[in-house]
Structure formats: C-alpha cells, structure tokens
C-alpha cells in the first residue's frame, strides 16, 4: 500500500474506530449478560442430565461398593457378638 494511501486512511479507520466503540462495548455487555444467563440454564439442564461419569477418574482395580444395609446390620451382630 503506498504511503500515502495510509496517510489517508488512518484517520478515516480512526474516526470509525471511535464512532462504533460505543456499540461494541453494548454487545459485550449483552454478550456478557447471555452468557451468565444461559450458563446458568445450561447448569441446571447439566444437573437433571448428568449420569456421575467422571472422565478424570480411574477405576483400574475396580470401583469402591458401598455398603448396603445388610452388610451394615451383619457388622452390628457381629460387634455385638465380640462385645
């Protein structure tokens, strides 16, 4: 580009830089603002949906069970039984 075509057109791109700020600092914000919005929708639809699986965690020697009532009612007998 020649020299002077950039003498030209650097205030006339600065006068257009200025002139639409205000609107591009208004779409950020009502960017901003749907965003935070449907974040917060997205949370909530991500909680009813969600199944536990967890990508970061292994379980290479199998998961934990947890205990049942059952197996918790034989632990009591049997500290009864010893105490």
């Given at each position: ?30 960017k901003l603002v749907a965003q935070k919005a449907g ?45």
């Amino acid at each position: 580009m020649p020299a002077a075509a950039i003498i030209v057109a650097g205030p006339v791109l600065g006068l257009m830089y200025a002139a639409f700020l205000p609107f591009i600092g208004i779409a950020m914000l009502v960017k901003l603002v749907a965003q935070k919005a449907g974040g917060g929708v997205m949370e909530l639809a991500h909680g009813g949906a969600s199944f536990g699986w967890r990508p970061s965690e292994s379980y290479l020697t199998g998961r934990k069970k947890k205990e049942t009532k059952k197996d918790e009612a034989s632990k009591d007998a049997e500290e009864k039984k010893e105490g």
